[in-house]
């Protein structure tokens, strides 16, 4: 058991997965001998050479839609976005042309594309977006988000496996801030949620970032029994999880650290009232940020981003309906 | 991995013109038919076509190897569908949304690519496959593999970003890649004026890569800049742009009657159809036999897929993932005489 960042673990399952498969390449803009933007991939290309960790050009639709080719011909593509808000560059070779290529031709798209994503330490509107329900709005792509090194490089290796494109957000301000135990070897982690907290009285709902943040607010309140649930796939979104928490402890809060409007915590909150109506103990209750673009001053970014603090105030309401 | 003949003669033979003829008089004739069959109201969506421009994806299609891939023919390229060996009554089956083996119904009905011979289906945002060819070529080169991808697109998809990145991107790494621009004059109704100042072809150069401007209504013209551009491709020599100029004679849809094109536009291209003009060549008794053929295929084809049932609804939700074993692009036919390899076989199932 070796103690890995966050980011850490991420570098760990790229490099697991091109020794174990030679399919898988890695390409992105400076992810050769620089190592990348946050140097998830320093030290690959020296390993690996630089046919299969490609510095590519400043060409997101070129990225992805390279990623698509070779991943039709029996490639693993796994690609770098420098910031998840430049995917947008690269949206319509992502949505229209990977989600929809097995549904209409068969042909499986065995990508991941990586996206480091998420705001707190002043990137500003365009290096702060949590971009992931673009995504999971469409058909043919999965979409993850680990919180924890454990399961960033389990999820990483389940995403590399599996032969459909995946979206997978790194969240930038976990990169080196967040360390854990790493299991030995190569593993999967599934697409599904866990409990990243047990308790009784109140579920919290998050992912990514907002995972530890909601596990902060939990260790303020004295006297209840607060579960975290860490949904680490949103798509597909693990419900039996969501229904099996809300059951034990009637009440729930839904934290997003991305825009409120569609943000995943809506379609939760949907998915609870749609079948869970009759185990609530109260309204199901979202936290997330407002619909704004995310800005760079830290009292702003700060404002807009759901804090431990307010999650917690968020419990304490619920927790007295 | 095959490789083209020495050029010590006429690198089409008799059976290749035949050929050619057949497989251009085959898109003009299924056309027609699957038009006939839209009014008749049994083609759901609209109807598009590419008649005048059957030399394009005959001619270039016929230059390819069975591993090369196609990615992908547009809605003016049913030549290379039919070239590769794409099976006809799964085609009208596709057309009038129908289960078939190629899209199970899912597909828009000239939007189709039957993987199992190397064609990846086209999407509706052009030149976004040029992009995917990019990358088929990019992973054949990684691999060390004699392959080359062909990508098709219009003059008005030269407008777009993806157009650029996909150049530049080829260009960089030397790709085996060969972009096929059907230059036919109008983007929808927008003319070429409208689109852009200069000539796109001579864009290749700023690119870094080779820019060459053929007859596009000569099948053969077409056949051999595409036959160079893979010759270099493959041995290392990277991308090539061909310009084949033509004039898209329908509308841009059955629902579009072209009115905007000028009439004497039309009529002097009328006078340059590519099959009169392979024709001429191939001889008149042959082209009639050519025809009756065509005519009994899709006749058979036509019939076999009117009995073909509609999906089962169930099915509509089913296929958006790959569950099963991953399937990657396959190989197609490649009838030119100039390569070491059989007639095409039938898909298989």
């Not at chain 1, 693990?238 to 928490?245: H, P, Q, R, T, V």
């Not at chain 1, 729930?252 to 109506?277: K, M, P």
């Amino acid at each position: 058991m070796a103690v890995r960042t966050y980011l850490q673990a991420i570098t760990d399952g790229l490099r697991e997965a091109m020794d174990e498969d030679e399919r898988v390449f890695v390409m992105g803009e400076d992810v050769g001998a620089f190592g990348g933007a946050f140097k998830v991939t320093a030290g690959l290309q020296e390993e690996f050479g630089t046919e299969r960790v490609r510095d590519t050009p400043i060409a997101e639709a070129g990225i992805i839609g390279t990623a698509v080719g070779a991943a039709i011909v029996g490639m693993r593509p796994v690609c770098e976005m420098q910031f998840s808000d430049f995917v947008a560059c690269g949206f319509d070779q992502l949505v229209n042309v990977a989600g929809k290529m097995h549904y209409r031709t068969g042909l499986a798209v065995p990508l991941v594309l990586r996206l480091p994503s998420g705001g707190g330490f002043s990137g500003g509107p365009f290096h702060s977006q949590n971009p992931e329900a673009w995504f999971m709005h469409a058909p043919g792509l999965k979409v993850v988000a680990p919180s924890t090194p454990e399961d960033a490089k389990g999820l990483l290796t389940a995403a590399i496996h599996d032969p459909n494109p995946v979206v997978f957000l790194e969240h930038k301000h976990l990169y080196r801030r967040i360390k854990g135990e790493m299991p030995d070897g190569s593993y999967e982690t599934p697409f599904a949620a866990r409990v990243a907290r047990p308790g009784t009285d109140l579920t919290v709902i998050a992912y990514g970032a907002m995972v530890h943040s909601a596990l902060e607010a939990a260790d303020q309140l004295d006297g209840a029994s607060v579960e975290v649930l860490d949904l680490r796939s949103l798509a597909p979104l693990d419900e039996e999880a969501i229904l099996a928490s809300v059951a034990k402890t009637s009440k729930v809060l839904v934290i997003d650290e991305a825009n409120r409007t569609c943000a995943a915590g809506a379609e939760v909150a949907s998915l609870i009232a749609d079948r869970a109506f009759e185990l609530l103990d109260g309204p199901v209750r979202r936290l997330a940020t407002p619909d704004v673009p995310i800005p760079f001053s830290p009292p702003l970014e700060q404002a807009v981003i759901p804090t431990a603090q307010r999650i917690a105030e968020a419990c304490r309401e619920l927790l007295d309906y | 991995m095959a490789k083209g003949k020495e050029r010590d003669s006429d690198p089409l033979n008799f059976d290749d013109l035949r050929g050619q003829l057949h497989a251009m008089c085959l898109m003009r004739g299924v056309e027609e038919r699957g038009l006939s069959l839209y009014k008749q109201g049994k083609v759901p969506g609209s109807f598009y076509d590419g008649r005048g421009q059957e030399a394009i994806s005959v001619g270039a299609t016929w230059a390819l190897d069975a591993a090369d891939a196609v990615s992908s023919p547009l809605i003016r390229d049913l030549g290379a569908h039919l070239v590769r060996g794409t099976d006809l009554t799964d085609i009208f089956r596709h057309y009038m949304g129908r289960e078939n083996a190629i899209s199970h119904g899912r597909e828009g009905n000239v939007h189709f690519g039957d993987r199992r011979v190397g064609v990846v289906g086209m999407v509706s945002m052009l030149p976004d496959m040029m992009v995917v060819a990019t990358g088929i070529a990019m992973a054949f080169k990684m691999r060390g593999e004699a392959r080359c991808a062909l990508s098709f697109f219009g003059d008005g998809a030269t407008s777009r970003g993806d157009w650029h990145e996909a150049m530049n991107w080829a260009a960089l790494y030397e790709l085996p890649a060969i972009f096929v621009l059907e230059n036919n004059q109008f983007a929808y109704s927008t003319p070429t004026s409208g689109q852009y100042l200069g000539e796109p072809v001579k864009r290749a150069a700023a690119y870094g890569m080779d820019g060459v401007s053929v007859d596009g209504n000569d099948v053969t013209e077409v056949f051999e800049a595409t036959w160079a551009a893979r010759e270099k491709a493959i041995a290392g020599g990277g991308p090539t742009l061909i310009e084949a100029r033509t004039l898209r004679m329908h509308g841009h849809g059955a629902h579009d009657d072209a009115s905007y094109i000028p009439a004497e536009l039309l009529e002097d291209w009328r006078r340059r159809d590519p099959i009169e003009r392979l024709a001429e060549r191939v001889g008149a008794d042959e082209l009639a036999t050519v025809e009756a053929e065509v005519k009994a295929e899709i006749d058979a084809a036509v019939e076999a897929a009117l009995s073909a049932p509609m999906p089962d609804p169930a099915t509509a939700v089913e296929g958006v993932f790959c569950e099963g074993e991953p399937q990657v692009l396959g190989e197609g036919a490649a009838p030119w005489s100039g390569f070491a390899i059989p007639a095409p076989v039938a898909a298989a199932a």
